[in-house]
């Protein structure tokens, strides 16, 4: 396999069978510009003989890493330690490619580094593919970001809460994505939200495609981001909502609509975890929700005053019955419209 790719493909994969096959095969358009890490995370099933069988089938494009178990996070950084790619792009074994996206954002990434052109970050559109859903959300930037053009963070727009460049969305140079220390814990979810919010104050140069790259497959029952398993992983979620908060000083990014932006982020992150605690509705759960804020308002003042002068700040101030059934209303209105989970 040449060490010249243009993009590195990691796919972290944990007992997988059901749909490895079905997210490699997305990625096999281009044995010149692409790599396909496929991480097998201490699999217990027979995921780490497909991998190695599609390994063998696609040498050129397909290796494999077994390791043992670290989770999703862990195996990321495994395959970030060992691509090769100018460019960087977590496919969950579970998702898929649009080809034909996938193919224009490959001609894209090879037609500007032959003149020497670089991005730290490309951005492309992404469809939640919800089981029993005939009709598939699209998350588009077309309203927030120039299209198909260089662009720093002063050309942004306002992004709506359902807007946050996700996992999903991004691709980052590899090198920087490297540069910037980024760690993720193990044996944790949810690190996703980590991946891509850590790198943006590094960022500087971006370029948006308005293509439906990423299939993101959801509604199952079996998914960490599924309501339930969300409530019961609701101590991952606040570690990782703790890591985000404790990550940068938004007062010294310089640039102010890219403050603006990482404080909206927080601001969600709040937001969810705060809404989970709500619903779980126990004493353990609501003291969980104080020390949250409280953790916030001790490490990031700023940001803590911001969010209190909005609608979920007010309600979080109320302290009664009203405000937590407003928070936990509104997160349901915002499920329903996107179908996030």
Known sequence: MSDNKILTVVIPSYNSQEYLERAVKTTLINADDIEVIIVDDGSTDNTPQLADDLAKKYQNIVRVIHKENGGHGDAVMTGLKNAKGMY????DSDDWFNTKALNAILVFLR????VGEQFDMVISDYVYDKVGKKKKKRVSYRDVMPVRTSFEWNSIGTFKPWQNILM??????TKLLRDTGIELPKHTFYVDNIYVYHPLPYVKRMYYLDVDLYHYFIGRDDQSVSEDNMMKRIDQQLLVTRLMIEDHQLRTIENKKLRNYM???LSVMMAVS???LLKINTEESLAKRDELWDFLKTKHHGQYRYIMHTLLGKCVKMRSWLGRKIIVIGYTIAQKKMGFN
């Open 111 to 114: 037609a500007n580094s032959k």
């Open 168 to 173: 999903h969305s991004v691709i980052y140079r």
């Open 274 to 276: 705060t809404s989970f």
């Open 88 to 91: 960087f792009k977590v496919l």
């Open 263 to 265: 404080s909206s982020y």
